[in-house]
């Protein structure tokens, strides 16, 4: 089967650095894909060879557009293709959800992403929850920071529990700021990647930008403002139903976690479950709920998420 590329600045985009994209394809296709001039060949089964020969039109239109084609895209445009839905692929091209301090563009990477990023614009209240990797709470910051810059809010304020401490909290040494930090670091990683180090310490400054545990949330209204909660599955249900009413005129609220890595005490029920079941049917709140699919870090993690999903399965089966 052949295909023709326009010129050899759309071959190197698409077969990537080293031929890594078409590795991937390969890999997923179970196809051997060469390059004679201009011509791409593709050699295979027939049911294969077509669906790579789908693939490989559909990036190369993406390439045309300016998107970016890389190993993680194509391994989502094959899952895509073999459930007939490579069309809908287009749905996540254009968006850009925001650019960082150095120029590069935060978009969604798959259709969860893309049903996540609008549910959290059209809503006051989003859910997500999902495994790790699938940027729960990344795009959530990235939304903030927009929303700030647009003066759509006055403030932003990121919270997540610090349950692994628990009691022993105060044991640790430095003040209560030093004490908490290693819980928060995560959130301040992203800020950094998103906004740089110096935005970001200017907003702490102004006390435009806030990055607490949820301990400190007791007794606040929190108006004007995009709250995210991240980690959430560590909450209880007491801490969850705190934190919702805290919500003040004109906020916005972003809910993340992973139901999978709950690290309360045995027996103990995690706020965000309870809060899925409890807020399921309230208008105005959004419930997302990502996948293995929707993991766009290393492929390695994919593979870590969906062989405990297997392991997972198993084990409920034989219990």
Same mark, same amino acid.
């Given at each position: 089967?052949?295909?023709?590329? #326009?010129?050899?600045? +759309?071959?190197?985009?698409?077969?990537?650095?080293? *031929?890594?994209?078409?590795? %991937?394809?390969?890999? @997923? =296709?179970?196809?051997?894909?060469?390059?004679?001039?201009?011509?791409?060949?593709?050699?295979? #089964?027939?049911? *294969?060879? &077509?669906?790579?020969?789908?693939?490989? %039109?559909?990036?190369?239109?993406?390439?045309?557009?300016?998107?970016?084609? *890389?190993?993680?895209?194509?391994?989502?445009?094959?899952?895509?293709?073999?459930?007939?839905?490579?069309? @809908?692929?287009? @749905?996540?091209?254009?968006?850009?959800? %925001?650019? !960082?301090?150095?120029?590069?563009?935060?978009? =969604?990477?798959?259709?969860?992403?893309?049903?996540?990023?609008?549910?959290?614009?059209?809503?006051?209240? !989003?859910?997500?929850?999902? $495994?790790?990797? !699938?940027?729960?709470?990344?795009?959530?910051?990235?939304?903030?920071?927009?929303?700030?810059?647009?003066?759509?809010?006055?403030?932003?304020?990121?919270?997540? $529990? /610090?349950?692994?401490?628990?009691?022993?909290?105060?044991?640790? $040494?430095?003040?209560m700021t030093q004490k908490v930090d290693p819980y928060l670091r995560p959130l301040y990683d992203a800020l950094y990647e998103i906004m740089g180090v #110096?935005?970001?310490?200017?907003?702490? &400054?102004?006390?435009?930008?806030?990055?607490?545990?949820?301990?400190?949330?007791?007794?606040?209204?929190?108006?004007?403002?995009?709250?995210?909660?991240?980690?959430?599955?560590?909450?209880? $249900? #007491?801490?969850?139903?705190?934190?919702?009413?805290?919500?003040?005129? +004109? +906020?916005? =609220?972003?809910?993340?976690?992973?139901?999978?890595?709950?690290?309360?005490?045995?027996?103990?029920?995690?706020?965000?479950?309870?809060?899925?079941?409890?807020?399921?049917?309230?208008?105005?709140?959004?419930?997302?709920?990502? !996948? /293995?699919?929707?993991?766009?870090?290393?492929?390695?993690?994919?593979?870590?998420?969906?062989?405990?999903?297997?392991?997972? %399965?198993? @084990?409920?089966?034989?219990?």
């Amino acid at each position: 089967m052949l295909l023709t590329l #326009e010129n050899m600045e +759309s071959y190197l985009s698409l077969f990537g650095m080293n *031929d890594r994209n078409m590795a %991937a394809l390969e890999q @997923e =296709c179970g196809v051997a894909v060469s390059l004679r001039g201009q011509e791409i060949t593709i050699q295979g #089964e027939e049911k *294969d060879a &077509e669906l790579a020969e789908q693939v490989i %039109a559909k990036l190369i239109e993406m390439l045309r557009k300016g998107e970016i084609v *890389d190993a993680s895209r194509i391994r989502y445009a094959v899952a895509l293709a073999r459930d007939g839905r490579l069309d @809908e692929i287009e @749905e996540i091209l254009g968006d850009v959800v %925001a650019i !960082t301090h150095r120029g590069r563009r935060i978009q =969604c990477k798959t259709l969860g992403q893309r049903e996540y990023v609008s549910a959290v614009r059209d809503g006051q209240l !989003t859910i997500a929850v999902g $495994p790790a990797g !699938t940027g729960k709470t990344y795009l959530a910051m990235a939304m903030a920071v927009v929303a700030l810059k647009n003066k759509e809010v006055e403030r932003i304020v990121l919270t997540r $529990p /610090a349950v692994e401490a628990g009691e022993r909290l105060g044991f640790l $040494p430095g003040d209560m700021t030093q004490k908490v930090d290693p819980y928060l670091r995560p959130l301040y990683d992203a800020l950094y990647e998103i906004m740089g180090v #110096e935005s970001y310490q200017r907003l702490v &400054e102004r006390g435009t930008l806030e990055v607490a545990p949820l301990a400190f949330m007791r007794g606040r209204t929190l108006a004007d403002a995009f709250i995210i909660l991240d980690e959430a599955q560590n909450t209880t $249900p #007491e801490q969850m139903k705190m934190f919702l009413t805290r919500l003040g005129a +004109s +906020s916005r =609220c972003v809910v993340t976690g992973d139901i999978s890595q709950i690290d309360l005490p045995k027996g103990k029920k995690s706020g965000l479950i309870e809060a899925m079941e409890v807020l399921k049917d309230v208008e105005g709140i959004h419930i997302v709920e990502l !996948t /293995a699919k929707d993991v766009v870090r290393h492929e390695l993690v994919q593979k870590i998420v969906r062989a405990y999903e297997v392991y997972e %399965a198993k @084990e409920g089966k034989e219990a």
